[in-house]
């Protein structure tokens, strides 16, 4: 089944898309620097990684035990 059918698939796409976008552009800067069309997408879940970044720390977390324990 695909992700986009399962919620906690998607939620896992999801939150695995944010943590890589914002660790590529801590060791890239350049490399996400557009900021509209489909790459914009890719800045935008690396700006969501970079504020909310406690957050997005426990959702892994929490996610992480989901996929363990279920």
Same mark, same amino acid.
């Given at each position: 089944?695909?992700?986009? /059918?399962? /919620?906690?698939? /998607?939620?896992?796409?999801?939150?695995?898309?944010?943590?890589?976008?914002?660790?590529?552009?801590?060791?890239? @800067? $350049? $490399?996400?620097?557009?900021?509209? $069309?489909?790459? $914009?997408?890719?800045?935008?879940?690396?700006?969501?990684?970079?504020?909310?970044? @406690?957050?997005?720390?426990?959702?892994?977390?929490?996610?992480?035990?989901?996929?363990? /324990?279920?």
């Amino acid at each position: 089944m695909s992700a986009l /059918f399962d /919620f906690q698939s /998607f939620l896992t796409v999801v939150l695995l898309t944010i943590c890589s976008c914002t660790y590529y552009k801590l060791i890239n @800067p $350049g $490399g996400l620097a557009q900021t509209t $069309g489909f790459r $914009g997408l890719f800045w935008k879940a690396a700006r969501i990684g970079e504020r909310l970044s @406690p957050w997005v720390g426990l959702s892994c977390i929490v996610m992480g035990f989901s996929i363990l /324990f279920t």
